[in-house]
Nanobody, 119 residues
Framework: VQLQASGGGLVQPGGSLRLSCVASPSGLSVNSMAWYRQAPGLQRELVARITIGGVTNYLDSVKGRFIISRDSNKNTVYLQMNNLKPEDTAAYYC??????????????WGQGTLVTVSS
C-alpha cells in the first residue's frame, strides 16, 4: 500500500490550499481516511477524519475553515483549507486505515506535504 500526498505550498494568511492523497493500489477497502499535521517541536495531531460512512470529525481550531472529503472510486482523500492562518503551518500527513481479517486495522501513512502560511 502506498499513499501519495500533494498540494502543499506557501500561501498568505487568509488564502486557501487543497491537499490530495491517493492510496494505491486502487480498489482497496478502507475504514477511514484522515489528515494529520505536525509543526516543528510539536506532536503530530489529527486535523480531520472521514469514515467509510462519510462521518467527519475535525480539530476544533480548523472547524469552519477546513473540509475533508473523499472520492471512493479514486481512493483519494482531500483537505480543502480555507482562511489559512500562520498557526496552520506544518507538515501535513495523510493516514488511511484498512480493515484486516484480524482484530486490528492496518494503518498507512503518506509522506508529509509542507504547508507554510506566511506573508
Amino acid at each position: 500500500v502506498q499513499l501519495q500526498a500533494s498540494g502543499g505550498g506557501l500561501v498568505q494568511p487568509g488564502g486557501s490550499l487543497r491537499l490530495s492523497c491517493v492510496a494505491s493500489p486502487s480498489g482497496l477497502s478502507v475504514n477511514s481516511m484522515a489528515w494529520y499535521r505536525q509543526a516543528p517541536g510539536l506532536q503530530r495531531e489529527l486535523v480531520a477524519r472521514i469514515t467509510i460512512g462519510g462521518v467527519t470529525n475535525y480539530l476544533d481550531s480548523v472547524k469552519g475553515r477546513f473540509i475533508i472529503s473523499r472520492d471512493s472510486n479514486k481512493n483519494t482523500v482531500y483537505l480543502q483549507m480555507n482562511n489559512l492562518k500562520p498557526e496552520d503551518t506544518a507538515a501535513y500527513y495523510c493516514n488511511v486505515r484498512f480493515p484486516t481479517t484480524g482484530p486490528y486495522e492496518h494503518v498507512a501513512w503518506g509522506q508529509g506535504t509542507l504547508v507554510t502560511v506566511s506573508s
